[in-house]
């Protein structure tokens, strides 16, 4: 069975990073593994990712967000959970590069112009020492040959992370936190971050691109809680 401390660089080898198996597959999880991961199913609003049936939700529609589209590969749920704790925690970097793989399953690149990393105060990446959602949109950029956008979108203020504050709270810390210039005016941009749980700090984000001239915005997301 698969535990957190057992995750090594296991991708030179081709064994699966979940149950040891050998795996001749391209991507480090066996076939079997694959069936079990908690798959975002299809059933969601389109602008939000979250359960409704296949249509704009309710909640959408009287309270639309600034994002237009939302894509989450899985739900939050085990394994994805324990591994994207390992990949951020504990600098498993060689796992953004399987959650890179991993997205040629369902982000859809048609139209899309930019992909931006969520950015992270320069103090908070001083501290953690890497930008998880950097490296996964490295990842994903280069596998979709899209342009990354780094220097056009700015986090200008150092927020307590969103996760330590209860939900209520967290429009209002991340208010005002991201700069952009207007690199996006017109433009298709591909949010990548790796969880999205209330979507405060996405909205915040997809606000001001679009007060930058943004024309659509898409959230692409490793993984979303319902
Ligand atoms: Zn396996
Ligand atoms: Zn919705």
Redesign the pocket.
């Known amino acids: 069975m698969f535990k957190i401390g057992q995750l090594s660089a296991v991708l030179q080898h081709t064994s699966c990073i979940l149950c040891d198996a050998n795996t001749h597959r391209k991507v480090a999880i066996c076939k079997d593994c694959w069936q079990d991961l908690p798959w975002q199913h299809n059933n969601c ?1 389109p ?2 990712g ?1 359960s ?1 049936l296949g249509e ?2 309710g ?2 529609l009287s309270d639309p967000p600034f994002f237009d589209y939302t894509r989450a590969l899985f739900s939050y749920a085990y394994p994805v959970d324990a591994l994207l704790q390992a990949y951020k925690y504990q600098h498993q970097l060689h796992l953004g590069q399987t959650f890179a793989q991993l997205s040629l399953q369902q982000f859809h690149p048609n139209g899309i112009d930019f992909i931006l990393p969520m950015p992270m105060h320069p103090l908070r990446l001083q501290e953690r020492g890497f930008n998880q959602s950097l490296e996964l949109a490295k990842g994903i950029a280069n596998y979709w040959q899209l342009p990354l956008a780094l220097s056009h979108c700015q986090r200008v203020k150092n927020t307590p992370p969103q996760a330590s504050l209860p939900l209520k709270d967290r429009v209002r810390n991340i208010k005002g936190a991201f700069s952009c210039d207007d690199g996006f005016r017109g433009k298709h941009v591909a949010i990548v971050d790796d969880v999205m749980t209330s979507g405060a700090s996405l909205n915040e984000l997809a606000k001001t691109l679009k007060q930058a001239g943004a024309n659509q915005v898409s959230c692409w997301v490793i993984a979303r809680t319902h």
């Open positions: 609003c602008q939000c979250l409704s704009v939700c909640k959408c």
